[in-house]
């Protein structure tokens, strides 16, 4: 929404100069007057684009869910204004900054919880990847009763009483105090086979369905088939163009590997304990970052690179699921489910490489655009060459060869020097894609000849 509105100014601004015939003959839908209806204008190019950037950026994250507890006797201002402006700028526009900035790093995420997702699935009988998901995304937290509500335990498969119980009597709900998300280790297998919904019941809960993500992939398909086809009637794209190339070729994995997670789920499934009833953090052992703050900085660098931070936290002390919780992860998956993103994360500041020859404004547009691509394609690259070191460690039980130390150490030192300019790269090529928009060539208004592709009959 803010690009938007920052397209709506940009192309106020470069409207009178870069189409300065129709500015003159008061019309602002046509690019350039040529006698001919096969010419686009700078707003239908901005509005492509930025459609097109808020489906992959937006429509295309699928979140955790973000358990917020129910207030009582809310004033209308906090319910309908403080709480909605605050979840969105505390959350979502974050989310929303990490996917315009650091797209690799929302689809490492999704690859994380598909996997995750998987191994959880088959655990337990009859269970789907959406299952899965659910799990993965905090759809189930723990609520303590109140002292004097009557309850019963879950029935086990062994006969023997759980932790988890079932209200039994009258309660008001509001009176149910919030603990704390629950993780697949929390449950037995019987249990979870009585208290999980149907897959398509899951499914329900979600804010979109397979149509919708549909649309989005066919909208987002039609943009590259248009990026495409102009590249083969020689016709340029402009820099706004092809950055939305780029992100619209990583949102078919995002979309590919989030197809069977719930979107948008607000509202976990609430399981019950007695408010005696002590929860313990289930699974392996918590680690602990470190008392020296430069080996803890160092550790969580490494760590959220890697996609390995959640073994670091303990969900018994969270209200709600950390923003990028996938589950913790066994090492040897976290390197496979980063090798693919990082690889990709390549190809995406590869693409930008499309107009390295193009004609820009100015000289110094050139060069930084030109540094800001070799720079989106190394620094992932690093990565890659990180992960893959870090993959074989992993699988090695013989300990690591010193070799292969002194190269990750290089590789990590690499990477903190370098990933402060991928970050401002990626900043630059989104203003630069804007500041272009002021002097197009003639030929970037063409708009494609789609009959040279459809046979026909003169």
Known sequence: MLVLLLAYYITQSVQSEADPIPALLGRRDVAVWDGQNNQRSIQSIIWSCLSTIFLCTWVAVHPNVHFRPEKGDQRWVEKWLWDPLHEFFTYKLLLFVWALLLPEYILAWAVRQYVQAGVISRQVPRWTRTHGFFMVMGGFHLFRLPADAPSIPLPLESSEPSNFVIPSGRHLRRDEIPACPLQFEDFSVDILEII?????????????????????????????????????????????????????MLNFFIYGFWWDKPRNVECPIRLYKLSTAIHKESGEEVEEWGNNWVVCLMSKLVQYTVGGQDNFVALSQKRSLPMFWSGSIQKNHLGDAGLGPTILGSVFGALHCIVWSSEFPSRSELVLWRISCVSMIAVPLITTMFFTLMAISWRTDDGVPIWAQVIATTLWILLMLTGWLYVASRIATLVIAFSTLRALPTTAFVTVDWTTFIPHIY
């Open 196 to 248: 999980v919904p149907t897959e398509t019941e899951l499914k329900d809960r979600g804010k979109s369905d397979a149509l919708t993500k549909t649309i989005v992939l066919v909208q987002t398909s039609w943009f590259i088939i248009q990026c495409i086809a102009r590249g083969t009637q020689h016709l340029p794209l402009t820099e706004l163009e092809v950055i939305t190339l780029a992100y619209a």
